[in-house]
């Protein structure tokens, strides 16, 4: 069947899957810029009952940001997808096999979709408050230190690394599976806490991809896009090689259904 005509079929067919994955990393922009607003802009009463302590602050919004990412993993919606949600993580599983090609190019498609709408949305609602300096349009930039690029490349492809490591331990086994969701959040949080001020935390290709567009400003924007895939997608390579070809059959559904 020619790449034309299976591209066609797959968006026939799991349409609904590639709204969800847009649907979901719009909720994860929204979410993260109402979040940062909250939580670190000067005149937010959350933000002054916090103190100066942006640590404080970081765990402020990594609660809430890794608090959605476990409801939507769970979610009716999520469920139907699978949750990707992140084109890093679309890559990972399509080098294991776990979704169809097709399928992986309309999921990245929506996922960059969905994150262009909200970055560019969230800039109208919130323009007053997003352009602040210590906000800055919720885009992740690379510290202005020397070798500041160096560090957050090398920042995010060890985040990445460790979330898809993550998601294929708990994929990969019956008693683990149902504890995914809930893993991802978590590495969320604490990523947003202890990484950000080396990178900004991104992990993920769409979502600053975005941010910086609807910023119109995107320093660095390729080491957010080159790490994540990079990492994730030689994380998921070399855990099938370890698994010498078990990983495709043992692991649950990640993709749609090919029969739907």
């Known amino acids: 069947m020619a ?6 079929q797959a968006l026939r067919r799991h349409w609904r899957h590639y709204l969800v994955e847009a649907g979901g990393i719009m909720a994860f922009l929204a979410v993260s810029s109402t979040a940062a607003v909250l939580f670190h802009h000067p005149d ?3 933000a002054r009952a916090l103190g100066p302590h942006e640590w404080v602050q970081r765990v402020g919004v990594g609660l809430v940001v890794g608090g959605l990412i476990a409801a939507l993993a769970y979610s009716p919606w999520g469920k139907r997808s699978g949750a990707h949600f992140n084109p890093a993580v679309t890559l990972g599983f399509w080098q294991l096999g776990h979704i169809r090609t097709a399928d992986a190019l309309w999921y990245g498609l929506a996922q960059v979709a969905g994150a262009l709408a909200a970055g560019f949305g969230m800039r109208w609602l919130l323009a007053p408050w997003l352009g602040h300096h210590l906000i800055h349009h919720n885009t992740t930039e690379p510290l202005d230190a020397p070798h500041g690029w160096a560090l957050a490349l090398g920042a995010e492809m060890l985040i990445s690394a460790v979330l898809m490591l993550g998601l294929l331990w708990a994929l990969h086994s019956p008693t683990r599976k149902k504890w995914a969701g809930a893993l991802a959040g978590g590495l969320l949080a604490v990523f947003i806490v202890v990484e950000s001020p080396l990178s900004g935390m991104s992990l993920n290709p769409a979502r600053t991809v975005g941010a910086a567009a609807a910023a119109g400003r995107g ?10 895939l990079l990492a994730m997608w030689a994380t998921a390579e070399a855990f099938g090689r370890w698994r010498q070809g078990r990983a495709v059959a043992e692991c649950p559904p990640v993709y749609p259904d090919p029969t739907a």
């Open 219 to 228: 320093p660095g924007l390729w080491l957010y896009v080159a790490g994540p």
């Open 44 to 46: 937010s009463a959350v």
């Open 3 to 8: 790449f034309a005509a299976r591209m066609t």
